[in-house]
C-alpha cells in the first residue's frame, strides 16, 4: 500500500516487516525518528521485538552484535558522531561475520557543530567490512533494508543502508509499503548459520594466533568478493516480486555519453534535472549513481563507464589531504580498466548541509568540458573565498 | 524465497570458534583487582538507638518471613510492640529513601510485627547462655530497666526486678497514655521478659541501705530510676498548679476524670502534649503555653501536629511568671517573650519582651514542664572512678563492693524511649564484659560492638553473630546504584480522624495490613546487605559469580547472600557485579601481592 512517510519512517516499516527480534539504539539526530518508530512498534505491538535502551551507540552496537550471535535478526541506526563511537564495535559486528543491519544518516561531524548531510561519516568506516549501501529516496531506503537482511544474512556480513541527512530522512514521500506476507515470501526467517547454544556449546571470538588470523581476515575479504554478484541475484529476485530494481551503480542517459558525472545520495536527484537540461542544449552528460560503495564494485563501474571520455565526480565528504574519497576509489578502479580510461575530475561540494543546485551541476559540468586535463587535487565547488583570506 | 540457491558459492565463513573447555583459559590471572562481599551498615541501623537491623527486617518482610523479621527485632529490642508505637523513629530521617522519594515507613513495620507476633503465635527465642552463677538486682521497671534484665537474663544471669509501684513499666505504664500505648501492648512484652526467668517485685521501693546491703545476695544493681520528680515552676502561686505526670498516670491506669472545663498546660515536651491531649479526651479544653516558639517544643514534631489537630491551643512565647486564684478561677500571667539569637546548643534564645504581661484564665493549671531524679543516689556520683559510657555509667568498685550500674533517662543525652533500651543493653553488655573479661576490656568491647558510626550497639555483634562481619560503613545515598529502584508511595497505617480520636483514649493509627506491608518492606533498598537480587551474577561478564543456594534450585531462605562467592580463578576484576550492585554491599580492592 502506497503511504506518505519520511525516509526514517520507510526505514522502521522495513525493519518491522523484516521481523527483527532486537532493535538497539542510541539517539542521534538525524537518525532518531527511525529508533522512535521502532520503540513504538515494540511497544504497541505491532513489532513482537524487544527495544535495548543503552547509554551510547558503543553500547547500541554491542547489544546487537549480543542479539545477533544469539541467532535473532537485529537492528540498529545511528548517525556522525554516533557512529564515529560505534567504530571499534563496527570490527567487531564483520569479524564475528554477524548479518546485523543498520540505518546510517550521513551528517557531518563536528565541531562546527552541524546536523545536516555530509558524507564523511560513513566514509570513514570503510576500512570495517562493513557492506555500505546508499540511497536516494524513500521507496529506494525502505526496499535496500529489506534487501540489506536478505544479502547481510547470505554472505554473513553486516550492511550499512546510508541515508542523507534531512535530505532523505526527514524528506515525507509516496512510498509503497508491501505487506508482512509478501515481505515473508522475499525474506527467509533468519536461520543462523552459528550461534550461541547451550545445547551444543563452543566459544566464539576465541583468541586467533597468527596461523589462523590471517585465513580469518582473507575469509571476509572472499565473503566482500561475492557480495556484488549475490547482490545482483537477489535484486532479480526482488524485481520479479516487487518490480523494481537498483543496481549496485545506477546509470541515467549514459548510454552515449561523453561526459558522465558520478556521486551518490539525494544530490543525483538534482543532477538528473540538470542533466536532462544539459542534453536539450546538445550536451552528451550522463549520471552514475554509485549505490555500493563496500565492496566497491570495480567490474560494475568500469563497465558502466567504458564508454566515457570524462568522468566527473562529486564528493559531498573529504578525506583529508587527499581530496574526495568516492573520486579516489574511483581513480583506483579506473586504472588498468583499458587502453583508454576515461579522465577523471574530483570534486567537493555540499559539506554540511550546504545545498547542491543544479546549478553547482551545470559548474561542476562545465569546468569539466572545458578543461583538457583534469586538476591533481579535488576542486571545491562554491566555496566564499573571502572567509578564507583571514 | 530461499536462500539455498546461494550454497552453490560456498561463500566464506571462517570465524574464531572453538569447542575446547573455556575454563582452561584462567581469566582471573589477568586481574589486578578484586571483587568481594562486604556487608556494609544502613544509616537506619546505625541511627536507631537500639541498632536494629532494619535493612534485613524489612527484606524478611517483604519475602513473607514475618516470624524471622520479629526475632530480628528480639535480638536487639525486648520492646517491639511500644517502639512501634511510640519510637520517635530517627531511622526514618536517617532512611536513603528519604532521598529517592519518601522514607520507608519503618516505625509502622515494626508495629505490623508486634500485631502479627500477638495474632500469629510467633514462637520468640528463649535461648539463654549457659548460668553464669551470678545474680543481678534491676531497680525500677521502666523501659532502661526492662531491656536490662532481658538481655542480661540471656546472657545467662539471673535477674530480680524491684518496683516501687504496683505495677511493671515505669513511664509506659504512667507516663504515656492509652491511645499511644494501650496497656495490653506493655503487658505482652513484660511476659516476654518474666518469659527468660526474671522475677519482679512490685510495691519495692530501693533505698541506699538496700544497695549498701545488695552484695549478700546479688552480684551487681542496675539502677534505672528514669525521672520520678516533677521539676519544679519556680513561680509564684506554683502549688496552685497540678502535676502533669500524675495526671497521667491516673487518666491512664485510673477512672477517667470529668471535665474541668480549661485548663492551661505548662512545658512543650512531649509530656505536655500528651496531657494537652488526654485533657481534651476529659472533655476539658486545653491550651499549651510555652515560654519558646512552637518550632523550638522539644516535644516530637509529628505530636504537635496531631495535639493541634485534635484542638490543642498553643501559647508561644509565654514565660509563666505567676499563678493567682480569683475565685473558682486560676490566673496565669505570662511574660511575653521574643526569639533573638540561635544559642550553642541550637535552640532558639528568647528574652522577655520589657513590660508586657498578659493574663491567661482557666480552670485548672498543669505543670508538665520536665522531672529528674527523684534522688541523689540514683544518679552516679561524682566520682572519676565513674566510666561514663554514650547511655550507661558503671561504678565497678563502690562502698557496696560490688558493680553498680546507671541507665536510663539520668544517664542518657536523649530521654526516648529507644534511648532507654540502649542504655540497657549497653549495660548488660558492659557487666557482662566485666564479669567474663575484667574491666579493661570493657570498652573496647563497647568499641567492637558498635553498629556503623554512631553509639549504637548490637548483641548480636556483641554474641559474636554474623552481623559482625559487616562493615562499620555507613552506606549514603550515593553509595548506592538507584537504578534499580522505582518510584513508590509511603505509607503508614490509617489513622482515626482527629475528632473521633478526641472522644476516646482509643488507638489512633491502626496497623498495616500484610500485603500493605510487603509493599511498604520492599521499598526498602535493604542498604549494604545482599538481599539476592543476583545483579552480580547476572552481570559478570566470566560468569564467575557464584550463588550456591540458587544452583541448588533454593528460593529465599534467612541466609540471603551468604552463600555467594567470586570464582577468583575467572574474576577479571572488571568490577561490574560492584557497580551493578544496587545496595553497596560488595567493594572492589587493588590485589595484595
Not at chain 1, 546538445?282 to 558502466?304: D, T
Not at chain 2, 562486604?38 to 536507631?48: D, G, N, V, Y
Not at chain 2, 511568671?321 to 500571667?333: D, F, M, N, P, V
Amino acid at each position: 500500500m502506497r503511504e506518505v512517510l519520511e525516509g526514517s519512517q520507510a526505514v522502521a516499516e522495513a525493519a518491522r516487516l523484516a521481523r527483527v527480534k532486537v532493535v538497539s539504539a542510541y539517539p542521534i539526530t538525524p537518525q532518531t525518528h527511525i529508533v522512535e518508530e521502532l520503540a513504538k512498534f515494540c511497544s504497541d505491538g505491532s513489532l513482537d521485538g524487544k527495544f535495548i535502551c543503552v547509554e551510547s551507540e558503543h553500547s547500541a552496537m554491542a547489544s546487537v552484535i549480543g542479539a545477533q550471535s544469539g541467532g535473532v535478526r537485529s537492528f540498529t541506526a545511528s548517525s556522525s558522531h554516533g557512529l564515529a563511537l560505534m567504530h571499534e564495535m563496527l570490527h567487531w559486528a564483520s569479524a564475528a561475520r554477524l548479518p546485523i543491519v543498520m540505518a546510517e544518516v550521513n551528517r557531518a561531524l563536528g565541531p562546527g557543530w552541524n546536523l545536516w548531510v555530509d558524507q564523511t561519516d560513513s566514509l570513514a568506516q570503510r576500512d570495517t567490512g562493513w557492506i555500505q549501501l546508499y540511497c536516494a529516496d524513500g521507496q529506494e531506503a525502505f526496499d535496500t533494508t529489506i534487501l540489506a537482511y536478505r544479502l547481510a544474512e547470505i554472505v554473513n556480513l553486516p550492511v550499512m543502508v546510508v541515508l542523507d541527512a534531512f535530505f532523505l530522512s526527514h524528506t515525507y514521500e509516496p512510498v509503497d509499503i508491501p505487506t508482512q506476507a509478501e515481505v515473508d515470501k522475499y525474506l527467509p526467517p533468519y536461520e543462523p548459520k552459528f550461534l550461541m547454544d547451550t545445547k551444543d556449546a563452543y566459544t566464539l571470538n576465541t583468541v586467533a594466533p597468527p596461523n589462523v588470523y590471517m585465513e580469518m581476515r582473507r575469509s571476509i575479504q572472499m565473503a566482500m568478493e561475492a557480495a556484488p554478484e549475490v547482490y545482483e541475484k537477489i535484486e532479480d529476485e526482488f524485481y520479479e516480486q516487487f518490480g523494481r530494481r537498483y543496481g549496485l551503480a545506477e546509470e541515467y542517459r549514459c548510454e552515449d555519453a561523453d561526459t558522465v558525472l558520478v556521486m551518490a545520495g539525494t544530490a543525483a536527484s538534482t543532477a538528473r534535472v540538470a542533466i536532462d537540461n544539459l542534453r536539450e542544449k546538445g550536451e552528451k552528460v550522463g549520471l552514475l549513481r554509485i549505490r555500493m560503495f563496500r565492496p566497491f564494485p570495480v567490474n560494475a563501474l568500469r563497465k558502466s563507464l567504458e564508454k566515457a571520455k570524462k568522468v566527473a565526480v562529486l564528493d559531498r565528504n573529504c578525506s583529508f589531504g587527499a581530496g574526495g574519497i568516492f573520486a579516489q576509489e574511483l581513480k583506483a578502479a579506473l586504472y588498468g580498466s583499458g587502453p583508454n580510461p576515461p579522465k577523471l575530475y574530483s570534486y567537493i561540494t555540499g559539506l554540511g548541509g550546504r545545498d547542491v543546485t543544479v546549478d553547482t551541476i551545470g559548474t561542476m559540468y562545465a569546468m569539466t568540458r572545458d578543461r583538457e586535463e583534469p586538476a591533481s587535487e579535488s576542486l571545491w565547488l562554491g566555496l566564499n573565498e573571502e572567509m578564507l583570506k583571514s | 524465497m530461499t536462500n539455498e540457491r546461494f550454497d552453490a558459492m560456498h561463500i566464506s565463513l571462517l570465524i574464531p570458534k572453538s569447542s575446547s573447555y573455556t575454563t582452561k583459559n584462567k581469566t582471573g590471572s589477568w586481574s589486578f583487582m578484586r571483587p568481594r562481599y562486604q556487608e556494609k551498615t544502613a544509616p537506619c541501623s546505625a541511627r536507631c538507638p537500639c541498632g536494629q537491623d532494619i535493612p534485613r527486617i524489612e527484606m524478611l518482610v517483604s519475602r513473607g518471613g514475618l516470624e524471622a523479621a520479629w526475632r530480628t527485632i528480639l535480638a536487639e529490642n525486648p520492646l517491639p510492640g511500644t517502639c512501634g508505637r511510640v519510637c520517635f523513629h530517627p531511622c526514618e530521617e536517617a532512611c536513603n529513601r528519604g532521598e529517592f522519594d519518601a522514607p520507608v515507613s519503618i516505625n509502622a513495620l515494626e508495629r505490623f510485627l508486634d500485631d502479627a507476633a500477638r495474632d500469629q503465635s510467633f514462637s520468640e527465642d528463649n535461648s539463654k547462655a549457659p548460668p553464669k552463677g551470678k545474680r543481678v538486682a534491676i531497680v525500677g521497671s521502666g523501659p532502661a530497666s526492662l531491656s536490662a534484665a532481658y538481655f542480661l537474663a540471656r546472657l545467662g544471669y539471673e535477674c530480680e526486678i524491684f518496683e516501687a509501684g504496683e505495677a511493671p513499666g515505669g513511664v509506659l505504664r504512667g507516663g504515656i497514655p492509652s491511645y499511644r500505648l494501650p496497656n495490653a501492648t506493655l503487658d505482652r512484652e513484660i511476659r516476654r521478659i518474666e518469659g527468660l526467668g526474671v522475677t519482679i517485685h512490685y510495691s519495692a521501693p530501693v533505698s541506699p541501705e538496700f544497695i549498701a546491703s545488695a552484695r549478700s545476695c546479688f552480684d551487681a544493681v542496675f539502677l534505672g530510676c528514669g525521672h520520678g520528680k516533677p521539676t519544679a515552676l519556680g513561680i509564684p502561686g506554683e502549688e496552685l498548679a497540678l502535676d502533669g505526670l500524675e495526671f497521667l498516670n491516673k487518666s491512664k491506669n485510673g477512672s477517667l476524670s470529668a471535665s474541668i472545663g480549661s485548663a492551661l498546660v505548662i512545658g512543650g515536651g512531649n509530656s505536655a502534649i500528651d496531657v494537652a491531649r488526654s485533657l481534651l479526651r476529659s472533655g476539658t479544653s486545653a491550651t499549651i503555653v510555652y515560654r519558646r516558639r512552637r518550632d523550638d517544643m522539644p516535644a516530637f514534631s509529628h505530636e504537635i501536629a496531631r495535639a493541634v489537630e485534635e484542638g490543642v491551643k498553643i501559647v508561644e512565647l509565654s514565660a509563666p511568671a505567676a499563678i493567682t486564684r480569683k475565685g473558682k478561677i486560676l490566673e496565669l500571667t505570662v511574660r511575653k517573650m521574643r526569639p533573638t539569637e540561635i544559642g550553642a546548643d541550637g535552640r532558639m534564645r528568647v528574652v522577655p519582651i520589657e513590660g508586657q504581661t498578659e493574663i491567661l484564665a482557666a480552670d485548672a493549671i498543669y505543670s508538665a514542664v520536665g522531672a529528674s531524679a527523684a534522688e541523689a543516689w540514683m544518679l552516679p556520683p561524682q566520682n572519676p572512678e565513674v566510666l561514663h559510657l554514650s547511655h550507661s555509667a558503671a561504678l565497678w568498685n563502690c562502698p557496696a563492693g560490688i558493680p553498680l550500674l546507671y541507665g536510663g533517662d539520668p544517664v542518657n543525652e536523649e530521654e526516648s524511649v529507644a534511648d532507654a533500651i540502649a542504655s540497657g543493653k549497653q549495660a548488660a553488655i558492659a557487666l557482662d564484659v566485666f564479669f567474663t573479661k575484667g574491666q579493661a576490656s570493657v570498652e573496647a568491647e563497647i568499641i567492637r560492638c558498635k553498629v556503623g558510626d554512631g553509639t549504637s550497639l548490637s548483641m548480636e555483634i556483641y554474641l559474636g553473630g554474623a552481623r559482625q562481619s559487616r562493615a562499620n560503613k555507613v552506606v549514603r545515598f550515593e553509595d548506592l546504584n538507584d537504578d534499580y529502584f522505582v518510584l513508590s508511595e509511603r505509607q503508614r497505617g490509617a489513622s482515626v480522624p482527629a475528632e473521633v480520636s478526641v472522644r476516646s483514649f482509643a488507638e489512633i493509627e491502626s496497623c498495616l495490613d500484610e500485603a500493605g506491608a510487603a509493599k511498604q518492606a520492599e521499598r526498602c533498598f535493604n542498604c549494604g546487605i545482599c538481599n539476592d537480587c543476583d545483579n552480580c551474577r547476572t552481570y559478570c561478564p566470566e560468569v564467575a559469580v557464584f550463588a550456591a543456594r540458587a544452583a541448588r534450585g533454593g528460593n529465599w531462605t534467612e541466609d540471603a547472600g551468604v552463600d555467594r562467592e567470586v570464582n577468583v580463578d575467572y574474576c577479571k576484576g572488571c568490577g561490574v557485579c560492584v557497580t551493578e550492585c544496587p545496595r553497596c554491599a560488595m567493594v572492589i580492592e587493588e590485589q595484595q601481592s
